[in-house]
């Protein structure tokens, strides 16, 4: 009797490498538009100056956080998060539209592996070129290539990173530091981090973060519906595949579809999957495979739009492209733009009214409250004092809600542009019948414009 044999079950398949084609079209120009609007934003807004300093700097030391002519403190915290709402529910809004374009035109992962695999064309050529290298023995010529592509990778990473850090550190100090070797630690671990980051996920892993690592292929499909843009397939208008000429929609006397089956959608796909079987996850709508598929279609002199942008109720019902028009402002999107139309609208008016001027009054519990010698009674208390603007101010500050309230001293502080100044501020009042604590207010205007002025309230302790 013969023993069972062991089989040996892998539960997971090794990667296969994919080796994206070449295409040229409207998406393609489009996503290089995409490549290079965000690019030229990311790695020139740190050299860009404005009020003789950085436009666009995080300083984490001075928690001061500047966008052109804005300065935000810690206590704005509500405004980050406003933008973090306010970008949540434009990706829903943009996803109920048109699917997963944000991935495939200005995602950073799309962007970053656009940017390599150009490098990787320009140095180990087409796809068919880059196939038949990997397949090579290891030679003088395949290792000139493979370590000049991945040096030029190198270089755009670390830079990438360099630029990443020069958002918190001023890029201007951040070069001179490097240049003179004298970078710090932190400076150095993040630039490193970042760029080695950049490296591995469009270098190496590619269309593994968009198919295993980013959560938004995962949930995306609660936010599709049946009105919902995305890359599709005519199955009707395609099937039967069959190559050839046709004629008069038949291939050597038997019905043919349009599809010829080249498989150049499946070749120019970056995560690799054939589109002709539906709608998967792992398709980042990045529209390769319509372009792709749109030079077939005009070389046999078929019309475009075999594989083209649809939605699942325009294949059903063959709409075009008007009647699809007017089902994308459906009531999901709607509600989405109200609250997005809503949320952006306060947003922007909050920051309009903003005052640039902040007090926060901390009593001097070492002292809670003396009688001096006329009667009178004092309180003394620290003023913390921001000025939120990039000029410098001098404010006035005035006590009231106390019967002879006043401030000992001029009552005038001298700000600097984009700081914050702590007082001693010693306030004086008349007798009070009642011990214990009473309201006080302290009115902080700014002497060049009355309107910038605020009110905060403490306690006045009369002692007992």
Not at 35 to 59: H, I, K
Not at 196 to 211: D, F
Request: overall charge positive; glycine content about 10%.
């Amino acid at each position: 009797m013969n023993a069972p044999r062991e089989a040996v079950v892998k539960m997971y398949a090794a990667r296969e490498e994919i080796y994206p084609r070449e295409v040229k079209g409207r998406y393609a120009a489009l996503r290089w538009a995409c490549v290079w609007l965000t690019q030229l934003l990311f790695y020139g807004l740190p050299w860009l100056q404005w009020n003789g300093r950085q436009a666009v700097l995080f300083e984490l030391g001075a928690r001061k956080f500047h966008l052109f002519g804005l300065v935000l403190w810690p206590q704005d915290f509500i405004y980050l998060a406003g933008l973090l709402i306010i970008c949540a529910y434009g990706l829903f809004m943009v996803t109920a539209v048109a699917g997963r374009v944000w991935c495939g035109f200005a995602c950073p992962q799309t962007v970053y592996t656009e940017v390599f695999l150009w490098i990787e064309r320009r140095i180990e050529g087409a796809r068919s070129a880059r196939i038949r290298l990997d397949r090579q023995p290891w030679t003088f010529e395949k290792i000139a290539k493979k370590g000049a592509k991945h040096g030029a990778w190198l270089a755009v990473a670390l830079w990438t990173g360099f630029t990443f850090v020069g958002y918190f550190t001023p890029a201007r100090v951040l070069l001179g530091e490097f240049a003179q070797l004298a970078v710090g630690p932190w400076e150095a671990f993040w630039v490193l981090f970042y760029g080695l980051a950049t490296y591995g996920n469009a270098g190496w892993l590619r269309e593994q973060v968009c198919k295993y690592m980013c959560p938004y292929a995962r949930f995306q499909s609660a936010m599709f519906d049946k009105d919902t843009l995305i890359v599709t397939y005519d199955r009707r208008r395609g099937e039967p595949r069959r190559p050839g000429p046709r004629v008069a929609g038949m291939v050597g006397g038997k019905p043919a579809g349009d599809c010829i089956d080249c498989t150049l959608c499946v070749q120019a796909c970056p995560t690799g999957i054939d589109i002709r079987r539906g709608l998967q996850y792992e398709c980042i709508g990045c529209a390769a495979c319509i372009d792709a598929c749109d030079s077939v279609m005009d070389r046999i002199g078929t019309p475009r739009g075999l594989i083209r942008y649809a939605t699942g109720n325009a294949l059903a019902k063959g709409w075009n492209m008007a009647q699809v028009r007017r089902r994308l402002a459906r009531p999901r999107v709607l509600a989405y733009g109200a609250v997005l139309a809503l949320l952006v609208a306060g947003m922007t008016a909050s920051l309009a009214l903003r005052t640039p001027l902040k007090v926060d009054v901390i009593r001097d519990r070492g002292s809670m409250g003396r009688e001096l010698e006329d009667g009178r009674i004092e309180n003394v208390y620290r003023l913390q004092l921001m000025n939120t603007s990039e000029t410098a101010r001098t404010v006035r500050l005035v006590a009231s809600g106390l019967d002879g309230a006043e401030i000992v001293g001029s009552g005038l502080v001298a700000l600097e542009p984009a700081s914050t100044r702590g007082v001693a501020v010693r306030v004086r009042a008349a007798p009070v019948a009642r011990r214990g604590a009473h309201r006080i207010v302290f009115n902080v205007s700014a002497l060049d414009d009355p309107a910038v002025a605020v009110r905060e309230e403490a306690a006045f302790v009369v002692p007992r």
